[in-house]
């Protein structure tokens, strides 16, 4: 299980609302001054996330909690997000030359691939939008706070306009 500390903003029936600051291992590396990712934090910088996570340790508002998420799950999420896209583009270009053929001459060849691309695209983020709705409600793609971190000490929420 890959953890993450937070802090709970928001709770509501089995679900907690949790703030988690973005880290970056960029300020234990040797190479952070020359690396375009520890440029692209300095830019960005770090802002907090929050994030609706199963409330398994009956956490409320205020509390430190550790979150949770399973590996397994994690790995299959990404692997659709990054993956099937990726694919789908291939797949729909590689479709597209095959169909428009070499005897159409090569400009209708690579617009054919161009076009067969996008649909492939298409079709691939709308298969995304199908299994991500579909997997919203299955634990294993879920959030869940795992335990309480400091029992008794709340920290006060205030809201930022």
Do not use: K
Not at 34 to 59: D, K, M, Y
Not at 126 to 140: D, F, K, M, V
């Amino acid at each position: 299980m890959i953890e993450e500390p937070g802090t709970v903003v928001a709770t509501d029936g089995i679900h907690a609302e949790v703030r988690t600051e973005r880290r970056s291992v960029c300020s234990g590396c040797a190479a952070r001054d020359g690396c375009g990712t520890s440029l692209i934090e300095r830019f960005l910088g770090s802002r907090p996330n929050r994030v609706r996570a199963l409330n398994q340790a009956q956490a409320v508002v205020g509390e430190r909690v550790m979150l949770g998420i399973s590996e397994q799950g994690l790995l299959r999420a990404s692997l659709a997000v990054y993956l099937v896209p990726v694919s789908g583009l291939v797949a729909g270009a590689l479709f597209g030359e095959q169909v428009a053929g070499g005897a159409l001459g090569a400009r209708t060849a690579d617009l054919a691939a161009l076009l067969g691309a996008a649909c492939g695209f298409a079709l691939a983020l709308l298969w995304l939008r199908g299994y991500s709705a579909g997997s919203r409600n299955r634990p294993e793609y879920q959030a869940v706070v795992v335990r309480r971190l400091d029992l008794g000490a709340r920290i006060e929420i205030r809201s930022t306009p």
